[in-house]
């Protein structure tokens, strides 16, 4: 069984990979990197992954970015814990593949816009006036689609849970808590229900708590906005 340590902070996409690695029942460490103290862009965290960002999978030492890949991986380490369809067709699973892509290329960026708008104008408080909305805008078919899907079933696969409901679950989580209009979702208020009530998630997120009771008791919380 390899070590495995993940680099994570609250609020962030290491929510979803927090949630694979709960979910395959396997032990593993977290590490809290303090982004309001820029530790992400220090030197030793450079060293792991010079892309600055999070989350970031220690296997043995050796770093795994991107959650793409760290949630395939685990997928592929622990097939057992069914955390994607399981299928000997390739082209069946290079669509899951392309699931995956599709939460961090489209949907993940788009969320950015609207819980991180200052990311893309120097005027902190303009904006929240103007990519917030666009974001927002942005957002809006992209979660219709999504809500469509969701008539099949309660998860992204239907019946079946998978690590894409992990990544849609982080999303929804953290575009609504600044804003992003629910009343229209009902089959996303379900998913993000019944996503609460997996043993995993729940453990994920409190080792996500017990990080944001140290980032407080340092100064270094910096609640969404």
Known sequence: MPQLKLFVAPGTCARAATIALEETGVPFETELVRIAANQQKSPEFLQLNPKGKVPTLL????????????????HRLFPDAALLPQTSDPFESINHTGDLAFFAGTVHPTA???????????DVEKSFELVRPNGMEAMMPIMQMIEERLEDGPWWYGAEWSVVDAYLFWVWGRITSVGFPDENFPNLRRHFELSNQRPAVQRAMKREAENVEILKSEGLFRPPR
């Open 112 to 122: 950015t816009r609207i819980t991180m708008p200052m990311k893309f104008m120097s």
């Open 59 to 74: 296997i043995d030492g050796v770093p795994l970015t991107e959650n793409v890949a760290i949630l395939s991986w685990l």
